[in-house]
């Protein structure tokens, strides 16, 4: 991590802060309960400082949702995987633009996952989780949640991967709260809402915090994410960290005002 922090412009507004953090109640990670921040007490607002992490290629070194879509039909229907190429072409189709992020993933989970039953889903989505955590965190992503825990900060996951694996995760990783994106439909396959990204992943998280009457203006968000597309919550955070080991990426990120880390190498 580097050693000067550039603010985004939500940080420059405000004046420095003194504060201790309060009401915090922290489980151990092997608790059964995903989501373990508890709601606020009355109508008073608290004071948190917070830290928010991308899951897929910032938490964890990879993507988790076509591994979990192909684990999970081994799994429960093994003839599923020779629709494997059906799913490359439709990755290759949504690059050109023909349909939403979202489509696409109704379409993947349509494709191998249709029928399943709930219960069935959440023991492959902890079988999923367990291979993942500890094995696909990154380094640096390690690193940076002891330095956030050790600063009493709410841990928070925010991603636009499926809740029923990405809670599974968190949990096993810590983790306070996870915001994914949700599920509907088990028959028809279909997301709940919108797909947890972009705008929307930030208009999650804040309608989170308003739920458990977190205090964001007044406490300190600091925000990790590798893509660009998270840039409404990188900009609405007080201190952004760009997650890249590409140098075209650090100078873009680098021009918004962002810090940059490599979480591979840290």
Known sequence: MPARVNMTARGKSRVLRCGITLFRDRLRPNSRTPNRWRPKLGNRLLRQDIAIYDLDGTLLRRATF?????????????????????????????KLGAFSRQALKQFGLRLFLANIDDRRLAEV?????????PGWIATGAAR????????????????????????RIGQLAGIDHVIATRWADF???????????GEEKLRRISAYLSEMGIDAENGHVRSYSDSFADAPMLEWSDEAVFVTASARATRRAQGRGWSVADFGKA
């Not at 940076?144 to 809670?167: H, K, P, Q, S, V």
């Open 66 to 94: 076509t591994p979990f879509l192909l684990f999970a039909a081994r799994r429960i229907a093994p003839w599923r995987l020779v629709l494997a190429p059906v799913w490359i072409v439709a990755m290759a189709i949504y």
């Open 125 to 133: 989505s902890s079988e999923f989780a367990a291979t993942a955590v």
């Open 144 to 167: 940076a949640m002891e330095r956030d825990r050790a600063e009493g900060r709410l841990i928070i996951i925010a991603t636009a991967a499926m809740a029923f694996y990405a809670e």
């Open 187 to 197: 028959s028809g396959v279909r997301i709940d809402g919108r797909n947890c990204y």
